[in-house]
């Protein structure tokens, strides 16, 4: 049974900065590539980010790239989303997905989800 369970979340003020984990079992990791996305309240699932599986290509949706940064260390089958310099607009809930597919990616195009969890930027 394959399970995405993310971690990291919280309350932050704007500015500051957290670190998402995702950690995976299950499935073989390192041929999976790996994505971020997240929900804000009201709005449809976007897309974050992506990385290959053996962690050399990544992507991001515009309004976070040079702001944000994947990563993954395939020997401990984690994913990680590094997010400094937090805005209020970042606030969502924010899900990883194992996914077959390469590049931006819809939500469609993954395989797995973890149940998310709550990134809250105050003012």
């Known amino acids: 049974q394959v399970q995405l369970a993310e971690s990291g979340g919280g309350l932050v003020q704007a500015g500051g900065s957290l670190r998402l984990s995702c950690a995976a079992s299950?499935?073989?990791?390192?041929?999976?590539?790996m994505a971020w996305f997240r929900q804000a309240p009201g709005k449809e699932r976007e897309f974050v980010a992506s990385?290959?599986?053996?962690?050399?290509?990544?992507f991001y949706v515009d309004s976070i790239k040079g702001r944000f940064t994947i990563f993954r260390v395939n020997a401990k089958n984690t994913v990680y989303l590094q997010m400094p310099s937090l805005r209020p607009e970042d606030t969502a809930v924010y899900y990883c997905?194992?996914?077959?597919?390469?590049?931006?990616?819809?939500?469609?195009?993954?395989?797995?989800w973890g149940q998310g969890t709550q990134v809250t930027v105050s003012s």
């Open positions: 990385i290959s599986s053996g962690g050399i290509n990544t």
């Open positions: 997905a194992a996914t077959q597919k390469y590049g931006l990616l819809s939500p469609s195009e993954c395989d797995y």
């Open positions: 299950g499935l073989t990791f390192s041929t999976y590539r």
